[in-house]
């Protein structure tokens, strides 16, 4: 029955840790490139009503454009760290079902060694995770920072 809880408490983490993270980086994908899409589309249709020059000083206006593009390069590394962190999570857990496993004399093995490999595997999902929050950060400081060249190319 111990068992049984375990394997539902690690199903459980699982889904709540990842709608979590993908509710947490969704907004950096639509801050960065819907700012990218607005002012491009917007840079565009200046250009073709009056040839941009008089409106839109584009060479100012490239450093808004890359500043959202990091932006969205650092939310995809986001993203790719988050996944980390979850098959690491996942090995986490694992690791104390097999602990449980070995306590409960289903399985045979080391318990140091599902002790030491729990701890490995929680050092780096905790690791991977810091620097995926750290991205997404600066993710929403280049958003924000891309807003100043941006406003400075519009006459």
Not at 47 to 71: E, H, I, P
Not at 135 to 144: A, E, R
Request: hydrophobic share 50%; net charge positive; glycine share 10%.
């Amino acid at each position: 029955e111990r068992l049984k809880h375990l394997y539902g408490l690690e199903y459980e983490m699982i889904r709540a840790t990842a709608a979590f993270e993908h509710a947490a980086i969704r907004p950096l994908f639509i801050l960065n490139g819907g700012a990218l899409v607005v002012y491009l589309g917007l840079f565009g249709a200046l250009r073709r009503n009056d040839g941009a020059q008089a409106t839109m000083d584009f060479s100012v206006g490239k450093f808004a454009v890359l500043l959202w593009a990091a932006g969205l390069v650092l939310a995809t590394l986001a993203v790719f760290l988050g996944a980390r962190s979850q098959f690491a999570f996942r090995k986490l857990r694992g690791q104390e079902i097999v602990q449980a496993e070995i306590e409960l004399e289903l399985h045979t093995g080391s318990a140091s060694e599902a002790a030491e490999a729990s701890g490995r595997y929680g050092g780096q999902a905790a690791c991977y995770r810091q620097t995926a929050a750290v991205m997404g950060v600066v993710s929403i400081v280049l958003f924000m920072a891309g807003f100043w060249p941006a406003f400075q190319s519009i006459k």
